[in-house]
């Protein structure tokens, strides 16, 4: 399956700025699941790719003048394979090991451990376990996509309320809290229809056995916020400890007064 896509950000600020710098993961990862044949990102500026530790291909976009907007478009073609993509076969650049260490938003409280103690109890390093804590971190924490910033897991739970992004980090707390190597992921949904796509965010876990075939050791991918295996149809960006690793724009200090706006994403399946 080959999919088009186009991706255009625009960045307004409050007042207009002298200088800004902002962290793009907007380019397809290259792995099992799929690879990007052609892929283009047009921003003012001057953009350095380089790819990071967790193996995101990721572009330093700096703008040295004045301007209160500025738009960044991505596009190109992403083969996607039709196989088990809910089974990513890299292990990755790290350690899955590297993704048991806790981050400021993704740090485990009481309700993370009690979670992660009645639903990964028996420790089997089961699917179906997983689906069941995502439906047990759906309950406990209701979807406002209107909550951003991501607070983190600890806020999320305490409210009772998050984006998708502090739903996924909820999640990674429970897995972490029991021993269970979980990196965030950023990336695009696609309707299987191919008419629409949309920003999403989603879990890869990584089993010590049972997920391939011969229950050799890899990671699974868990779409939390729709309770299933995110299979076909999931494009992704970049991975990371948590949303600050791998958001598709990371804006810098000096954009403090910024307001993110995705103004459209579209796609072509064929």
């Known amino acids: 399956m080959l999919l088009d896509i186009r991706h255009e950000t625009t960045l307004r600020y409050t007042r207009p700025v002298q200088y800004s710098i902002q962290q793009l993961r ?16 047009q921003a003012p500026g001057n953009a350095r790719r380089s790819i990071d530790a967790h193996g995101n291909v990721g572009h330093l976009l700096t703008l040295d003048r004045p301007h209160s907007e500025l738009s960044i478009l991505v596009s190109g073609t992403v083969r996607m394979t039709d196989d088990a993509a809910w089974m990513p076969r890299d292990a990755g650049t790290l350690s899955p090991l590297s993704y048991l260490a806790t981050s400021r938003l993704t740090e485990s409280d009481e309700q993370a451990h009690a979670m992660a103690a009645t639903h990964l109890r028996a420790r089997r390093d089961t699917v179906g376990e997983l689906l069941d804590l995502s439906g047990a971190v759906c309950g406990a924490v209701r979807h ?3 909550c951003v910033p991501p607070a983190g897991a600890a806020s999320a739970f305490e409210a009772g309320r998050g984006c998708g992004a502090d739903i996924a980090h909820a999640f990674i707390a429970c897995c972490r809290a029991a021993g269970l190597p979980a990196r965030f992921v950023s990336g695009y949904l696609v309707d299987a229809a191919g008419e629409w ?23 699974v991918s868990v779409d939390v916020l729709e309770r299933s295996l995110a299979g076909q149809g999931y494009c992704r960006l970049a991975v990371g ?23 459209r994403v579209s796609v072509h399946r064929h």
Not at 197 to 219: F, N, Q
Not at 241 to 263: E, G, I, K, W, Y
């Open 144 to 146: 406002q996509p209107e």
């Open 241 to 263: 400890r948590d949303h600050l690793d791998a958001c598709p724009v990371r804006l810098s200090d000096t954009a403090d007064h910024a307001v993110m706006t995705v103004t």
């Open 197 to 219: 796509a949309a920003p999403h965010t989603w879990v890869d876990v990584w089993l010590a056995s049972g997920p391939a075939a011969g229950g050799e050791a890899g990671w």
């Open 26 to 41: 907007l380019t397809p990862r290259e792995d099992s699941t799929q690879r990007a044949l052609a892929w283009k990102v």
